[in-house]
């Protein structure tokens, strides 16, 4: 998996290529940890994301979490099977998805 | 150089033998540099020694009469004429004076021959000579070739009339000559030269007994470095080497015990180095070990903790079946395989009263000891709830406000809940972002029933969750699983998938649910081959044969 950070002062958008599993979420979660002081709007581009497992899920949430205290997250160009794991894991209530 | 106690190694050897090359070539530099030396200080010896002798000689001449004497002798080689004059002065009282002198001389000064002559073109004209051999001896007005080693001298002589600076050597019978060619000038004009040939009868005898006197010394030098190189060696290299390798030896083979002949090495330089590093080392490994020990011995007692927390866990799970064996109207059957030593998944299953059973499975988001305890308390907080009363809504919701205190380690768990009326059938599900229930209805094919799922437990607080109302008829089959089963994966890294469970379940859709769980069980094993398990395996299977005593049946 990749991971392409854009900064630009307190907005920060995360692109994410490939599979977000097991594997790669701690890299994905030091990222997120490192980068995400001072950020008030923070999107996450997954147009090229293919896949999120239970684990990717709970850094998302973790995100989620600690952006409702600082700012704004945004889901953005999920695809239809990555919509899908939203819808069924219920995460679709929580997370803030455009469409 | 042998030493009883210490061999000589290869690379004490190795150096005895390049000090013997060194020695060999010094030798050979300081013979080479001294017998020149000696060879140039003895020929300048015997150099001035003739120039000496033909200066005393040209002291004798009355350089008038010299002249006289030499013109004679030139116009008599160049005309024919004088012949009668040469005869006559031959045999005058003054010449053989000075051929007496002259031969006096040569005697006394101990060289081998003194002539005096005048040259012209490539001859020399003799004007007196001393040759101790009588056949060889010149006389006035005689001629002869001028011999090639002094060729060039006694005619630049000649010329310049200053006398031949280099050293005319000339090997003879009798061993190495040097001739001095000195000219007479005489009212501005060279008149005459003297030869002398001096013989340096000593120098090669005096060459051999330098060299022979510098090889001894050389020899007996060498001798003495050998002995005081090999003592050197001995002492200060190869016998404190061979006590740290003895010391090292020793360390191996008698169970680390450290001797203290390592610290006895006090040479001040680096074999003590060596030493003290050996010894560090040595305490270091020691150190080393014991605190190996320490670890491996505390890995082993988690290692056992978690053994037997893994143990407590499974037999948190209700693990006997047949497990409501008085109970005719369902059977079911559940497993789960922790892919670590403490998993995070979990089933359950529960008579709520006599006419309601509580079925639920669950994954904790992670792995290991937190999401074993978080698994804990889930299981607990639920079959409470549950036993208590309430929709699986309200269960959920209690189980997530209690889970989302102080939820530092933001876990959460997936669970699907429902809870069956066992008389009539009928069902009310919760899913909170579980998988999809697999449902067969009589006679029919397992399918998966999609509907939307609510946020998993613990995720976010104040979560409503939303129910879901089936019915199960007699003959129906209810099939529930974790992830560890769809995303059991191959080497290959391809994922076992929903498509492949449902048609494991399908191969006997009749089947009781253990030898349905236990299908689907082998199925995995059989496409993953030898790729390791990375997450719990744990299903559920329910089948419902209604209640034949039952009005409603």
């Known amino acids: 998996m990749t991971i392409n950070k854009t900064q630009d002062g307190s907005k920060l958008e995360i692109a994410l290529e490939g599979r977000l599993d097991t594997m790669t979420t701690p890299s994905l979660e030091e990222e997120i940890k490192n980068s995400i002081e001072g950020i008030t709007e923070l999107v996450f581009d997954l147009k090229d994301l293919a896949y999120v497992s239970s684990a990717g899920l709970r850094v998302l949430l973790s995100a989620q979490k600690t952006m409702n205290k600082q700012g704004t997250m945004t889901i953005r160009n999920a695809n239809e099977e990555v919509l899908e794991i939203f819808e069924v894991t219920g995460f679709i209530d929580i997370l803030n998805i455009e469409e | ?166 050293y005319l050597l000339h090997e003879t019978d009798y061993g190495l000559n040097i001739t001095a060619v000195y000219p007479i000038v005489y009212d501005g004009r060279t008149i005459a030269f003297i030869a002398v040939e001096s013989p340096m009868r000593t120098l090669e005898s005096d060459v051999s007994s330098y060299i022979f006197t510098v090889l001894i010394i050389v020899c007996i030098i060498t001798v003495i470095l050998f002995v005081l190189t090999a003592f050197i060696l001995v002492n200060l290299l190869i016998k404190p080497i061979k006590t740290i390798s003895h010391e090292a030896a020793y360390f191996v083979e008698n169970e680390n015990e450290i001797s203290e002949n390592l610290r006895k090495i006090k040479n001040h330089d680096e074999i003590q180095v060596l030493a003290e590093s050996v010894l560090k080392m040595e305490i270091g490994i020691n150190e080393y070990i014991s605190n190996l020990t320490k670890v491996t011995a505390e890995k082993e007692r988690i290692g056992a903790e978690l053994n037997v927390a893994a143990k407590i866990q499974a037999d948190m799970l209700p693990g006997v079946f047949p497990a409501f064996p008085d109970r005719k109207e369902f059977d079911l059957y559940a497993s789960m395989d922790p892919a670590k030593e403490v998993g995070g998944d979990f089933y359950d299953f529960f008579l709520i009263d006599d006419d309601h059973i509580g079925l639920v499975i669950a994954d904790v988001s992670g792995k290991g000891v937190p999401a074993a305890l978080f698994m804990v308390i889930a299981k607990t907080l639920i079959k409470n709830r549950a036993m208590m009363g309430g929709s699986p809504s309200e269960v959920l919701a209690y189980a997530n406000d209690q889970l989302g205190e102080g939820n530092e380690a933001e876990l959460f768990v997936t669970v699907w809940f429902a809870i069956i009326e066992i008389s009539t059938g009928k069902g009310i599900a919760a899913n909170a972002g579980h998988e999809h229930p697999a449902l067969r209805k009589k006679d029919g094919k397992f399918e998966l029933i999609k509907y939307r799922h609510s946020p998993a437990v613990a995720t976010m607080p104040g979560i409503n969750f939303r129910e879901h109302e089936f019915k199960l008829d007699p003959g129906d089959s209810l099939y529930v699983y974790t992830d560890g089963v769809t995303e059991a994966t191959r080497s290959d890294n391809v994922l076992f998938g929903t498509d492949r469970m449902i048609e494991s379940l399908n191969k006997n859709p009749d089947a009781d649910p253990e030898s349905m769980l236990d299908t689907v069980r082998a199925d995995i094993d059989e496409f993953v081959g030898d790729a390791p398990q990375f997450d719990d395996i744990t299903m559920l299977g329910f089948k419902y044969m209604g209640s034949e005593e039952s009005p409603l049946a």
């Open chain 2, 1 to 166: 150089m042998e030493n009883k106690k210490y061999r000589i190694t290869g690379l004490a050897g190795r150096l005895i033998l390049g000090l013997a090359v060194i020695v060999a070539l010094v030798t050979i530099g300081s013979i080479f540099v001294g017998v020149r030396t000696y060879r140039a200080s003895t020929h300048r010896h015997y150099n001035d020694v003739a120039y000496q002798v033909a200066r005393s000689a040209e002291l004798l001449f009355d350089k008038e009469e010299l002249e006289n004497w030499s013109d004679i002798a030139v116009e008599y080689n160049t005309s024919g004429t004088g012949i009668e004059e040469i005869a006559r002065i031959r045999e005058s009282e003054e010449y053989l004076g000075y051929v007496e002198a002259f031969t006096d001389l040569r005697r006394g000064m101990d060289v081998d021959d003194i002539f005096v002559g005048a040259v012209n073109g490539d001859e020399i004209y003799y004007i007196l000579d001393t040759d101790p051999v009588e056949d060889r001896r010149f006389n006035l007005g005689d001629r002869s070739g001028i011999e090639d080693y002094i060729s060039d001298a006694v005619r630049s002589s000649w010329e310049t009339g200053i006398p031949y600076s280099g």
